[in-house]
């Protein structure tokens, strides 16, 4: 189990490779983000897209799960107060496959919550060229192991 204790700067969390799926997308997409890009081939391919393209919110929250699986899942997390921002660099076409990995670039204990943390982590998913195709930097409350040195 992960606490704020583990979180020190420059500590990187690696995601596992995820393949963009054209039903999945499209099923997102349909609930979610019903753009022509996001649902059709043909209407990617006519648009500055170059093909079905993944909605950058289903980009987000592949993101997302990239996270929880790397090493959310097994932390005492708490939330987040929020994201700093979300950079959709480069659209994410049916077939891609992405991976990425969680960077902390800052930890400091809470003054009002001496029992939390806040860890800020810079986020990147590529696709298989290595090419960023969304960043983001966001904000984590985690459990303090040793609740006693605020």
């Known amino acids: 189990m992960l606490y704020f204790e583990d979180f020190s700067e420059g500590r990187r969390f690696d995601y596992k490779p995820v393949e963009m799926k054209p039903p999945e997308m499209i099923a997102f997409a349909s609930e ?3 753009q022509p890009m996001h649902l059709d081939e043909e209407a990617g391919k006519r648009s500055i897209l170059g093909g079905l393209a993944a909605s950058g919110w289903h980009t987000s929250a592949i993101g997302m799960r990239m996270m929880l699986d790397a090493f959310m899942s097994n932390s ?3 939330g987040s107060p929020g994201i700093d921002f979300m ?3 480069k659209p994410v076409i049916a077939g891609d496959v992405l991976s990425g990995f969680s960077l902390v670039i800052e930890a400091r204990r809470s003054k009002s ?3 939390l943390g806040i860890v800020k982590f810079r986020n990147e998913i590529n696709n298989q060229a290595g090419e960023p195709v969304a960043v983001s930097e966001c904000s984590v409350l985690f459990r303090c192991r040793d609740k006693g040195n605020a």
Request: proline share 8%; glycine share 0%.
């Open 32 to 34: 979610f983000d019903q």
């Open 76 to 78: 005492t997390s708490q």
């Open 87 to 89: 950079d959709w660099r």
């Open 113 to 115: 919550k001496p029992d």
